[in-house]
């Protein structure tokens, strides 16, 4: 049977360090995890990815993996894992891991190996290239930071490339060996009841072989480009495309289906479209379109419908609006205003497909200003970029001093927001609390709706997003201004300014929207 159980499921993003703490130093654990899954089963969702879980020096926070087949031990142990796996799944809920395949750590083993010498076995796991003819980097490929993308390797008399930090180097897809590596990891993970794996950069795994440099980018072009050049040869390659099918036939191979979740960071529907292949390819490909979308029906509206246009038969498109990168919608899109985050939440939870929330968007978390000095994040805190700690810090459980995150008296490994403006604790006893909302929405979500797939665009006045979703209707109101609804008054069963229970609106207040079944 072809069970897509990720089609209509809400998953839940955890960042596992900020979390909760288990053991009273600072850093959240899978353990932690453990003792609140009663919470997640309570709020409704169907599976949790986990931020990077597997060893590593934390250069790039767990992105810079030491090891693909264990767990990092300030986490926990892989007794650990397979102890919080067979607790979700008693109460219903898949667990996800985060797969990092475009670079490892320079201190895994691989790498430590590949740098020793030009003739050892695993020099080819890595794209190491010669000097240009003046001697410097072989191409003109920029990393994250805006730095030249190579670093210099004394001992061998070559460089190494790295898109991220110099820590994390590429590794060689053109290589067969890393093929086999990967496929051995993911039925590592899948044998011991891993549901699937977020997959990160999973556009870049392979470079150009030629490794030409890079165009100068062309903005609003279908690659997207850093620090004025295109990203066309150091990622974006379509031999990507032959990886994901050989993961997807692995995948397809388990009982149930092992679900395949790309981080897809291209800036173009069509491209983005390209990582469901026919059908055989990713289950899930994120929609960074989406997220950067203005928070205007229109700009929302237009990128849905080019979405479910673009997906091939069969596609499930993929909604969410924050993560441990971007930055928390409930302060990029709604600026703090519960409002504009009830609307936001209610738009995220009737759309067809499969919803990913972030740890706090249920609560209605903001960004956190972390001081300078406190900043965990080197990879986006240089001149280049911002730091993302500022949606990195702990979940705000309760109002006393550590935010119930940690031991009283602890200092957590980043700093907690304002938990006396937004805490768990406080909202989950309060039916008109942002939290008790979220949890309405995702009770409907499963009742009624189920992210079935269907979904229209109904004409609405301007500024207002109309569209069926199942069998309900959605309308949203994303204005200051009240807003009038064509034809006869809805039934509502659900509005962000709090009518509850059935009752009839034919306007909208600004900033309103609601979930209705069509009056007869
Ligand atoms: C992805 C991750 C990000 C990380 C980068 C390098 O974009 O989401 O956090 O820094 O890859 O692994």
Same mark, same amino acid.
């Given at each position: 049977m072809d069970r897509r159980w990720w089609q209509g499921a809400t998953l839940y993003q955890l960042y596992v360090r900020s979390w909760q703490d288990s053991d009273g130093d600072g850093y959240g654990d899978l353990r932690g995890i453990i003792g609140r899954l009663d919470y997640l089963e309570w709020l409704g969702v169907d599976g949790i990815w986990l931020s990077p879980t597997m060893p590593s020096p934390d250069h790039d926070w767990g992105y810079d993996v030491s090891d693909y087949l264990s767990v990092h031990p300030e986490l926990g142990s892989l007794d650990d894992l397979d102890a919080l796996v067979s607790s $979700? !799944?008693?109460? &219903?809920?898949r667990v996800l891991l985060? /797969? #990092? %395949?475009?670079h490892t750590s320079t201190w895994h083993p691989w790498f430590i190996e590949s740098a020793a010498s030009k003739q050892n076995g695993k020099r080819d796991y890595y794209v190491w290239a010669d000097p240009a003819p003046d001697g410097g980097p072989p191409n003109n490929w920029l990393d994250f930071t805006g730095q030249p993308a190579w670093q210099w390797d004394a001992g061998t008399g070559q460089y190494y490339l790295h898109n991220f930090l110099t820590e994390q180097a590429d590794l060689n897809w053109w290589n067969p060996a890393v093929h086999e590596e990967f496929r051995r990891i993911l039925r590592f993970w899948f044998d011991r009841g891993i549901a699937g794996f977020r997959i990160d950069v999973a556009h870049g795994l392979y470079k150009d072989a030629q490794l030409r440099d890079n165009p100068p980018a062309d903005a609003g072009g279908p690659l997207g480009g850093r620090f004025g050049l295109g990203a066309v040869y150091n990622e974006n390659r379509p031999e990507v495309h032959g990886v994901y099918r050989d993961w997807r036939s692995i995948a397809d191979g388990y009982d149930p289906r092992? /679900?395949?979740? &790309?981080?897809t960071w291209v800036g173009n529907i069509a491209r983005l479209a390209s990582f469901y292949g026919q059908d055989d390819e990713l289950q899930l490909a994120f929609n960074f379109p989406f997220v950067f979308a203005g928070f205007s029906a229109e700009d929302l509206g237009s990128v849905v419908a080019a979405t479910l246009e673009a997906l091939p038969a069969g596609g499930c498109p993929v909604w969410t609006a924050s993560n441990h990168d971007v930055g928390r919608f409930a302060t990029r899109w709604c600026g703090g205003d519960p409002a504009k985050v009830? /609307? *936001?939440l209610l738009v995220l939870t009737t759309l067809p497909g499969t919803l990913v929330l972030y740890y706090g968007d249920e609560v209605g978390m903001t960004d956190v200003t972390v001081p300078a000095e406190l900043t965990r994040d080197t990879l986006g805190g240089n001149s280049a970029r911002p730091s993302?700690? !500022?949606a990195r810090t702990p979940m705000q459980w309760d109002d006393s001093p550590t935010g119930g995150f940690t *031991? %009283? &008296?602890? #200092?957590s490994w980043l700093p907690i927001g304002d938990v006396a403006r937004c805490n768990v604790a406080a909202q989950r006893d309060d039916p008109a609390s942002v939290l008790s909302f979220c949890r309405d929405l995702l009770r409907l979500r499963r009742e009624r709706s189920g992210g079935s797939g269907r979904y229209e665009r109904l004409p609405g006045p301007a500024g207002v997003w109309r569209? $069926? $979703?199942g069998d309900l209707e959605v309308a949203a109101n994303f204005g200051d201004r009240p807003a009038t609804l064509p034809g006869p008054a809805l039934e509502v069963l659900v509005s962000t300014a709090g009518k509850r229970g059935q009752s009839e609106s034919a306007s909208l207040a600004p900033w309103e929207g609601v979930i209705a079944v069509r009056s007869r």
């Amino acid at each position: 049977m072809d069970r897509r159980w990720w089609q209509g499921a809400t998953l839940y993003q955890l960042y596992v360090r900020s979390w909760q703490d288990s053991d009273g130093d600072g850093y959240g654990d899978l353990r932690g995890i453990i003792g609140r899954l009663d919470y997640l089963e309570w709020l409704g969702v169907d599976g949790i990815w986990l931020s990077p879980t597997m060893p590593s020096p934390d250069h790039d926070w767990g992105y810079d993996v030491s090891d693909y087949l264990s767990v990092h031990p300030e986490l926990g142990s892989l007794d650990d894992l397979d102890a919080l796996v067979s607790s $979700a !799944r008693e109460r &219903g809920m898949r667990v996800l891991l985060d /797969l #990092v %395949p475009n670079h490892t750590s320079t201190w895994h083993p691989w790498f430590i190996e590949s740098a020793a010498s030009k003739q050892n076995g695993k020099r080819d796991y890595y794209v190491w290239a010669d000097p240009a003819p003046d001697g410097g980097p072989p191409n003109n490929w920029l990393d994250f930071t805006g730095q030249p993308a190579w670093q210099w390797d004394a001992g061998t008399g070559q460089y190494y490339l790295h898109n991220f930090l110099t820590e994390q180097a590429d590794l060689n897809w053109w290589n067969p060996a890393v093929h086999e590596e990967f496929r051995r990891i993911l039925r590592f993970w899948f044998d011991r009841g891993i549901a699937g794996f977020r997959i990160d950069v999973a556009h870049g795994l392979y470079k150009d072989a030629q490794l030409r440099d890079n165009p100068p980018a062309d903005a609003g072009g279908p690659l997207g480009g850093r620090f004025g050049l295109g990203a066309v040869y150091n990622e974006n390659r379509p031999e990507v495309h032959g990886v994901y099918r050989d993961w997807r036939s692995i995948a397809d191979g388990y009982d149930p289906r092992r /679900l395949l979740l &790309g981080e897809t960071w291209v800036g173009n529907i069509a491209r983005l479209a390209s990582f469901y292949g026919q059908d055989d390819e990713l289950q899930l490909a994120f929609n960074f379109p989406f997220v950067f979308a203005g928070f205007s029906a229109e700009d929302l509206g237009s990128v849905v419908a080019a979405t479910l246009e673009a997906l091939p038969a069969g596609g499930c498109p993929v909604w969410t609006a924050s993560n441990h990168d971007v930055g928390r919608f409930a302060t990029r899109w709604c600026g703090g205003d519960p409002a504009k985050v009830r /609307l *936001a939440l209610l738009v995220l939870t009737t759309l067809p497909g499969t919803l990913v929330l972030y740890y706090g968007d249920e609560v209605g978390m903001t960004d956190v200003t972390v001081p300078a000095e406190l900043t965990r994040d080197t990879l986006g805190g240089n001149s280049a970029r911002p730091s993302r700690d !500022r949606a990195r810090t702990p979940m705000q459980w309760d109002d006393s001093p550590t935010g119930g995150f940690t *031991a %009283p &008296g602890v #200092v957590s490994w980043l700093p907690i927001g304002d938990v006396a403006r937004c805490n768990v604790a406080a909202q989950r006893d309060d039916p008109a609390s942002v939290l008790s909302f979220c949890r309405d929405l995702l009770r409907l979500r499963r009742e009624r709706s189920g992210g079935s797939g269907r979904y229209e665009r109904l004409p609405g006045p301007a500024g207002v997003w109309r569209y $069926a $979703a199942g069998d309900l209707e959605v309308a949203a109101n994303f204005g200051d201004r009240p807003a009038t609804l064509p034809g006869p008054a809805l039934e509502v069963l659900v509005s962000t300014a709090g009518k509850r229970g059935q009752s009839e609106s034919a306007s909208l207040a600004p900033w309103e929207g609601v979930i209705a079944v069509r009056s007869r």
